[in-house]
């Protein structure tokens, strides 16, 4: 029929059953312009008629596997393309016609975003992709086969005027969807989008260019009003519907089978099969002797064929390879996460916890039904990652086939009522009332932020690096999106780890903790420090878990400095479990987290611990599912045997419930079924309501946040290796913590702790200290890092001469030695590096006499001017201005803090608290740390942490009404009135009564001191 013959008339019906006229579509992963999820935009589809829509989203892919993966619930098939732009102003959409056409139009917007290049106004000559550009009457350049023109509706009119009349077959529809039609005629909509921009150029709204919004009108129109708007070209209308008929988009999902991970490790999967096999025999004679038990082949035996069966081999050798390298460079590491249940894992050499001797459960490692490979959280000093990681990609990503992980950082409640509150101009303080203040209470700037944040909560702001997620596939990462490359230099994806999973992409956890750091740098430190002890072999687990010594400090809680086991929580919960041994810790390990403690099982763990009577309580089914643990859910293999054995749920079924309650599936329908089975097959097996409740409660507390068995091994193994280090080497195990960057407190306290160790701590000093902290013998020397203000190139060419020529005999050949400013030589003063030179108030005099506001100059030559001395009356020095001096520049002093304040009594100590159970008592306290937490109810709470004039760990409550009237007010000493409560043994203060103990004022005494005199 000829086009001119068309129109849109009940005579001619091919029109009605035209689905696919949807060129431009945008999603809210168009970041700060679009305001659509996938789903709203594929239910506005549906809504409409549109049975085919192609997703355009702005430079981004982010939300283009999930569309594809959602599509098919809609009835709707799905296109994939990208509206490339710079800013706003469009320069052309590419449209793939297949996967191949995907992965080009994904190879040219990383190069632009990796190279931070303008898009140019042509496309390239791309072999798979559709090109549409937006209409202009100066396009300058002829149409290619592929290439087209779009055309909105708005432009209709000006079609005839133009040179474009005469190529109608080179016209396409191009009706832009950016945000909901019909809210309140499109306005609540299109202001999100302004506000979206405005927040995106940090301007404010009311002075937002035209050119960076899109128009009202890029809404979804119901087919037949689309083509209300071309019946008089109807050639146009055919164009469109003739491109996307030509398009399709091909992924698989939640397919375990034909993962997309590199499917082998080496030449072919037989050949990856017998490397892993005899990587396996070789492992057997170190990790279980030269005669293995039965019950470790027969277990290996099996293990290999699941692994076999469900194509992880590779997955495994990969692991393997990464750590081989890592230990060819002396890197430390701890494998965890569920791979730890895997003897395989173990025989590698990919984690050091044995499976067999802890009992770990095989099933939550692998299964027949699980579908995604075991977790496998590879932990690395912070010092090494960075090389692991370049390793991977050297390794592993010639072709375009390895990326990190994205995240989506989405805006939360403060976060856009700060944005919302700045594109409206208010001031910060504004700002700061806008957000504590209700609704109500509010005027109509502050009851729109409200109401508009409401709207863009958990919208997407922009793409953030997964904390060590890596991918390696099997396919360009091109294939499956775009990538960005952020300042670490490695590109990253556009997508998450849910989106990365349901496409079969499964990350491989390259993770840092300064953990390792500490543990690798002690033993360096031991060597110089102790020349004449022998190696320590800190692998030599074994020995650890059976050490008195070690069991002793851990049973007592005294493990500052230790990974994971130092906080005041941790400290309370070893206290009061009795741990004195591994087993204990690994089961604390995962007892700590915060699901066990909400669903009230941390308090029934301790009683049936401590009164085995109690253990008794347990139903009998539960208590026959987890001995060992008195029937008590503490690991997160706990949900899979509960479901399992108590409700009855397949395997797979079972792990999905775990993955479900971790918050990785907890909107999808699939977790809802299995919840209403659980459910089901309670009722049917006989159990009470009640008790089902019960236990679904206990599960949905805590399984989001409890370890896996084989993880938590995997951390009380690295936390019995630091109490080592503390038992043995404490001052080396403290230097190399605060070279660290610490731990879970703040500089000052690892000081303390290792003064309280026998130390000798000294302030940076120029003949003695580095960079870094050191130790000689039993004196520590604080390093010049440490020094605020302190310019590294200062304290380098310091070090630096030093080494060269010896060390500084006086101040004068300091500064002739040493090219430094007045402010700078003030800091070094200041802090005592110079006290080697004489008294600290004649030396800052000398150095304001020799330099003035100048800089020294290095003197070179045999012979040097000595600088002039001055004579100086005798100064007053006291010792406690260095304490000040040294909190001012170290942020805290070196002498005990209570040297600063003056007291008429001191109140009882920490080590007297069991004689005052259940009494008021007063206390002095320096405070460590606060935790801010809240009740039920939603009132403020806090738990502190002190130490006494001894140096000894005071815990205590604040409840609300205390917390309320007595609020901290940061660092220093306070009076702390209070009761003394005991539970499980451990001590703590309910305080009542709080107020902060100011410090001595130095000006007010040396006034004092002259009338005295003048007297």
Same mark, same amino acid.
């Not at 300058?140 to 708005?154: D, S, T, V």
């Given at each position: 029929m000829p086009y001119e013959r068309l129109i849109l008339s009940k005579e001619i019906p091919e029109f009605q059953r035209w689905h696919e006229m949807y060129l431009n579509t945008h999603t809210y992963y168009s970041f700060k312009y679009g305001t659509l999820s996938e789903k709203e935009l594929l239910a506005t589809a549906q809504q409409s008629g549109v049975g085919q829509l192609a997703l355009t989203d702005i430079n981004s892919t982010s939300g283009c596997l999930n569309f594809v993966r959602l599509a098919s619930e809609y009835d709707i098939k799905p296109v994939l393309g990208i509206d490339f732009r710079n800013g706003a102003k469009q320069q052309f959409i590419g449209i793939a016609k297949n996967n191949r056409g995907f992965q080009e139009l994904n190879e040219y917007l990383s190069h632009h975003l990796h190279e931070k290049k303008d898009i140019p106004d042509r496309a390239p000559l791309f072999k798979e992709v559709f090109t549409i550009y937006p209409f202009h009457?100066?396009?300058?350049? $002829?149409?290619?086969?592929?290439?087209?023109?779009?055309?909105?509706?708005?432009?209709?009119?000006?079609?005839?005027?133009?040179?474009?009349?005469?190529?109608?077959?080179?016209?396409? *529809?191009?009706?832009?969807?950016?945000?909901?039609?019909?809210?309140?005629? $499109?306005?609540?909509?299109?202001?999100?989008?302004?506000?979206?921009?405005?927040?995106?150029?940090?301007?404010?709204?009311?002075?937002?260019?035209? =050119?960076?919004?899109?128009?009202?009108?890029?809404?979804?129109?119901?087919?037949?009003?689309?083509?209300?708007?071309?019946?008089d070209y109807p050639q146009i209308i055919v164009n469109t519907k003739n491109l996307l008929e030509q398009c399709?988009?091909?992924?698989?999902?939640?397919?375990?089978?034909?993962?997309?991970?590199?499917?082998?490790?080496?030449?072919?999967?037989?050949?990856?099969?017998?490397?892993?096999?005899?990587?396996?025999?070789?492992?057997?004679?170190?990790?279980?002797?030269?005669?293995?038990?039965?019950?470790?082949?027969?277990?290996?035996?099996?293990?290999?064929?699941?692994?076999?069966?469900?194509?992880?081999?590779?997955?495994?050798?990969?692991?393997?390879d990464i750590l081989q390298y890592a230990r060819k460079m002396g890197y430390y590491y701890v494998g965890r996460g569920s791979?730890? $249940?895997? /003897?395989?894992?173990?025989?590698?050499?990919?984690?050091?916890?044995?499976?067999?001797?802890?009992?770990?459960?095989?099933?939550?490692?692998?299964?027949?039904?699980?579908?995604?490979?075991?977790?496998?959280?590879?932990?690395?000093?912070?010092?090494?990652?960075?090389?692991?990681?370049?390793?991977?990609?050297? @390794?592993?990503?010639?072709?375009?086939?390895?990326?990190?992980?994205a995240t989506?950082?989405?805006?939360?409640?403060?976060?856009?009522? @700060?944005?919302?509150?700045?594109?409206?101009?208010?001031?910060?303080?504004?700002?700061?009332?806008?957000?504590?203040?209700?609704?109500?209470?509010?005027?109509?700037?502050?009851?729109? *932020?409200?109401?508009? =944040?409401?709207?863009?909560?958990?919208?997407?702001?922009?793409?953030?690096?997964?904390a060590g997620g890596v991918l390696i596939a099997d396919k360009p990462i091109n294939y499956f999106t775009a990538t960005s490359l952020p300042p670490k230099g490695y590109p990253v994806t556009h997508f998450d780890m849910i989106i990365a999973e349901d496409v079969g992409l499964f990350k491989f956890d390259i993770l840092s903790q300064r953990g390792l750091g500490k543990i690798r740098d002690s033993l360096e430190v031991i060597r110089k420090n102790c020349p004449d002890d022998p190696e320590v072999d800190i692998h030599n687990f074994?020995?650890?878990?059976?050490?008195?010594?070690?069991?002793?400090?851990?049973?007592?809680?005294?493990?500052?400095?230790?990974?994971?086991?130092?906080?005041?929580?941790?400290?309370?919960?070893?206290?009061?479990?009795? /741990?004195?041994?591994?087993?204990?810790?690994?089961?604390?390990?995962?007892?700590? @987290?915060?699901?066990?403690?909400? =669903?009230?099982? %941390?308090?029934?763990?301790?009683?049936?611990?401590?009164?085995?009577?109690?253990?008794?309580?347990?139903?009998?089914?539960?208590?026959?599912? %987890?001995?060992?643990?008195y029937g008590v859910m503490v690991y997160q293999e706990d949900v899979i045997k509960v479901a399992h054995l108590f409700a009855k749920l397949d395997l797979g079924e079972a792990d999905m419930l775990r993955r479900g309650m971790s918050g990785k599936y907890r909107s999808r329908d699939e977790f809802l079924k299995v919840k209403d089975k659980f459910f089901q097959n309670c009722k049917d097996l006989g159990h009470t309501y009640e008790l089902s409740?019960?236990?679904?409660?206990?599960?949905?507390?805590?399984?989001?946040?409890?370890?896996?068995?084989?993880?938590?091994?995997?951390?009380?193994?690295?936390?019995?290796?630091?109490?080592?280090?503390?038992?043995?080497?404490?001052?080396?195990?403290? /230097?190399?913590?605060?070279?660290?960057?610490?731990?879970?407190?703040?500089?000052?306290?690892?000081?303390?702790?290792?003064?309280?160790?026998?130390?000798?701590?000294?302030?940076?000093?120029v003949n003695h200290s580095e960079g870094l902290t050191v130790i000689y013998g039993k004196t520590i020397y604080l390093g010049f890092g440490m020094v605020k203000e302190l310019n590294h190139t200062t304290f380098d060419a310091i070090i630096m001469e030093r080494e060269k020529n010896g060390e500084f005999l006086d101040l004068d050949d300091f500064i002739n030695r040493v090219g430094i400013s007045l402010e700078q030589i003030k800091l070094l003063v200041r802090v005592g590096a110079l006290r080697c030179f004489g008294s600290k108030k004649d030396i800052l005099w000398q150095v304001h006499f020799t330099l003035g506001a100048g800089v020294s100059k290095v003197k070179?030559?045999?012979?040097? %001017?000595?600088?002039?001395?001055?004579?100086?009356?005798?100064?007053?020095?006291?010792?406690?201005?260095?304490?000040?001096?040294?909190?001012?520049?170290?942020?805290?002093?070196?002498? $005990?803090?209570?040297d600063l304040i003056e007291l008429d009594q001191t109140g009882i100590l920490a080590k007297d608290l069991a004689r005052y159970e259940n009494q008021q008592v007063e206390m002095y306290g320096y405070l460590v740390t606060i935790k801010n937490t809240?009740?039920?109810?939603?009132?403020?709470?806090?738990?502190?942490?002190?130490?006494?004039?001894?140096?000894?760990?005071?815990?205590?409550?604040?409840?609300?009404?205390?917390? =309320?009237?007595?609020?901290?007010?940061?660092?220093?000493?306070?009076?702390? *009135?209070?009761?003394?409560v005991e539970e499980f043994d451990f001590y703590s203060m309910e305080v009542s009564r709080m107020e902060k103990v100011n410090f001595i004022n130095l000006e007010d005494e040396s006034k004092t001191m002259i009338r005295a005199v003048s007297r």
């Open positions: 009457s100066s396009l300058k350049f $002829n149409l290619e086969e592929n290439e087209f023109l779009g055309i909105r509706p708005q432009d209709i009119i000006k079609l005839p005027r133009t040179k474009w009349i005469k190529y109608l077959n080179k016209l396409v *529809i191009l009706q832009t969807v950016s945000f909901h039609r019909g809210e309140d005629n $499109n306005k609540i909509q299109f202001n999100m989008h302004r506000l979206l921009r405005a927040i995106d150029k940090n301007t404010l709204l009311s002075k937002l260019p035209k =050119s960076e919004e899109g128009d009202p009108g890029d809404v979804m129109y119901p087919l037949g009003e689309l083509f209300e708007f071309y019946k399709s988009i091909d992924f698989t999902f939640n397919d375990p089978i034909n993962h997309q991970n590199l499917k082998m490790y080496g030449k072919s999967a037989e050949e990856d099969i017998e490397k892993i096999t005899q990587l396996c025999n070789e492992g057997l004679p170190y990790r279980y002797g030269d005669n293995p038990k039965k019950e470790i082949l027969d277990r290996l035996s099996m293990e290999l064929e699941l692994i076999k069966s469900k194509g992880f081999v590779s997955y495994f050798l990969v692991n393997w791979g730890a $249940n895997s /003897v395989v894992a173990y025989l590698l050499r990919i984690t050091d916890v044995d499976p067999v001797d802890l009992d770990l459960y095989f099933e939550r490692f692998i299964n027949l039904f699980r579908q995604n490979p075991p977790d496998f959280d590879i932990d690395f000093s912070w010092k090494d990652r960075d090389d692991i990681t370049r390793y991977i990609f050297e @390794r592993f990503g010639k072709q375009g086939q390895v990326a990190l992980l989506y950082s989405t805006f939360q409640q403060r976060a856009i009522v @700060r944005e919302l509150g700045k594109v409206f101009g208010l001031p910060p303080h504004e700002i700061e009332k806008v957000s504590r203040s209700e609704e109500k209470e509010l005027d109509h700037i502050g009851q729109l *932020i409200h109401r508009y =944040s409401r709207r863009l909560i958990d919208f997407p702001s922009h793409l953030s690096i997964h074994k020995s650890f878990k059976d050490d008195a010594k070690l069991n002793y400090r851990l049973q007592n809680a005294d493990a500052i400095g230790c990974f994971y086991i130092e906080s005041p929580a941790m400290r309370m919960l070893m206290k009061k479990l009795q /741990v004195n041994e591994y087993l204990g810790l690994v089961a604390a390990s995962s007892i700590i @987290r915060p699901g066990v403690a909400k =669903s009230g099982m %941390m308090r029934e763990y301790i009683l049936r611990y401590r009164h085995p009577e109690r253990r008794n309580d347990a139903h009998p089914v539960l208590r026959d599912i %987890m001995p060992d643990t409740a019960d236990i679904w409660r206990q599960i949905e507390s805590f399984a989001g946040y409890a370890f896996a068995k084989g993880h938590s091994a995997s951390y009380a193994v690295e936390s019995y290796q630091a109490l080592y280090l503390k038992t043995y080497y404490p001052l080396e195990y403290m /230097v190399a913590v605060l070279n660290n960057g610490g731990g879970f407190y703040r500089t000052e306290f690892y000081v303390h702790e290792a003064r309280m160790s026998g130390a000798q701590i000294e302030a940076p000093c070179n030559g045999l012979f040097k %001017m000595p600088i002039k001395q001055w004579a100086l009356p005798p100064l007053h020095h006291d010792k406690r201005e260095d304490a000040f001096d040294e909190m001012d520049l170290l942020g805290f002093p070196l002498c $005990n803090p209570f809240g009740t039920s109810s939603g009132k403020r709470m806090n738990f502190g942490t002190f130490i006494d004039k001894e140096g000894q760990f005071i815990d205590t409550v604040h409840f609300p009404q205390s917390a =309320s009237k007595y609020p901290f007010r940061g660092k220093g000493i306070y009076r702390l *009135i209070g009761k003394v």
